[in-house]
């Protein structure tokens, strides 16, 4: 299984920047894929995940201001980050949580900074 996360890059706060997640190598079928971030100094966190059935949920930080999608006939999966704040900025990564085979897959992560 491969994921390539692209996307991301500096911006502003109060600014926006999309990342992509394109996943290869297996079927995504009942999968469950998300965003995770690191910052320096910090334990990687979920931003946020969806369900193969696009049953979303977002942490409280990021809540109002991302949104996380998938698109299943592509492999990939999506997030827009709205509103960005300082705090924000990190590694993003793309995980794949295989339900059925009992395996996850992480992405090489993607930086978004976020500073003025």
């Known amino acids: 299984v491969r994921l390539v996360e692209s996307g991301g890059g500096s911006r502003e706060p109060g600014g926006s920047v999309y990342l992509h997640c394109a996943a290869s190598?297996?079927?995504?079928?009942?999968?469950?894929m998300g965003w995770y971030r690191q910052a320096p100094g910090k334990q990687r966190e979920l931003v946020a995940y969806i369900t193969w059935y696009k049953i979303t949920h977002h942490s409280d930080s990021v809540a109002g201001r991302f949104t996380i999608g998938r698109d299943n006939s592509n492999n990939a999966m999506w997030m827009h980050l709205n509103a960005l704040r300082t705090e924000d900025a990190a590694i993003y990564y793309c995980?794949?949580?295989?339900?059925?085979?009992?395996?996850?897959?992480w992405g090489k992560g993607i930086q978004v900074t976020v500073s003025s």
């Open positions: 190598g297996k079927d995504l079928s009942g999968s469950i």
């Open positions: 995980h794949l949580d295989d339900v059925g085979a009992g395996a996850k897959y």
